[in-house]
């Protein structure tokens, strides 16, 4: 499988250097020059693996087009910066991204670490999920109830998976924000109820199997018999 890489770099020196480093892992690099053109070219495209951001970028920085994508996908992302100090790191991390490289940065450790993600989205991608009758093509975010596709969307579809994997375990309200809504979400926790209750209405009569759990949580119950 092709790998693309979006690579968001004002410096046309590094950036390059980059670019190089993708090629030669056997990755394709795409080539955005600010932060505006990062979120173009990301919106635009429906097959990027990765993304690579800097954080110092004109007319919108790193954190700016992280958050962007964020609202709509939980794409693996790097972010790469001269602001390497214990900090920024945690700002990076908590704000979304996958990994947070400082510059200058050993090739060594960048090819470990780059190819470390790789890893992982290439399992993402050949993963398929079947509950009952839900089935998820993880590549693609495909959901398929009773063989009829429904949309969900981040929030919906990452709520469902989590769900899934965790398959007759309870789960409480605080577990399910801190792995979908991430530990620094300052929101209503009852939230969470809203999302559940309409994931339910979507997967039509497998919504039932998201029991409440009183005074607990949920738990995604699965009918050994549907499997078969």
């Not at 020196?13 to 080539?31: A, M, N, Q, S």
């Not at 709509?72 to 991390?93: C, F, R, V």
């Not at 969900?152 to 469902?160: A, G, R, S, V």
Request: charged share 30%; hydrophobic share 40%.
């Amino acid at each position: 499988m092709e790998i693309k890489i979006l690579i968001a770099e004002d410096d046309n020196i590094f950036r390059d250097l980059v670019c190089d480093i993708i090629k030669k892992e056997g990755y394709t690099p795409i080539i955005a020059c600010d932060g505006q053109e990062a979120i173009d070219v990301f919106f635009s495209k429906n097959d990027i693996s990765l993304v690579i951001l800097d954080v110092m970028m004109p007319v919108h920085d790193g954190w700016e087009v992280l958050k962007e994508i964020r609202e709509y996908s939980d794409i693996p992302i790097i972010m790469l910066t001269a602001l390497g100090d214990e900090k920024h790191e945690i700002l990076g991390l908590e704000k979304g991204a996958d990994e947070y490289i400082g510059k200058p940065f050993s090739y060594e450790v960048f090819i470990a670490r780059l190819n470390n993600i790789v890893k992982k989205v290439k399992k993402s991608y050949s993963d398929e999920i079947t509950a009952g009758r839900i089935k998820i093509i993880q590549k693609t975010h495909k959901v398929v109830v009773n063989d009829e596709e429904i949309k969900l969307n981040l929030k919906e579809y990452n709520l469902l998976i989590y769900l899934i994997k965790n398959a007759d375990i309870v789960l409480t309200r605080e577990q399910i924000l801190d792995k979908v809504w991430g530990y620094d979400f300052e929101g209503d926790i009852r939230t969470i109820d809203t999302h559940i209750k309409t994931l339910r209405a979507k997967l039509s009569a497998q919504g039932n199997s998201i029991k409440t759990v009183r005074g607990c949580g949920y738990m995604f119950e699965v009918k050994k018999n549907e499997n078969n």
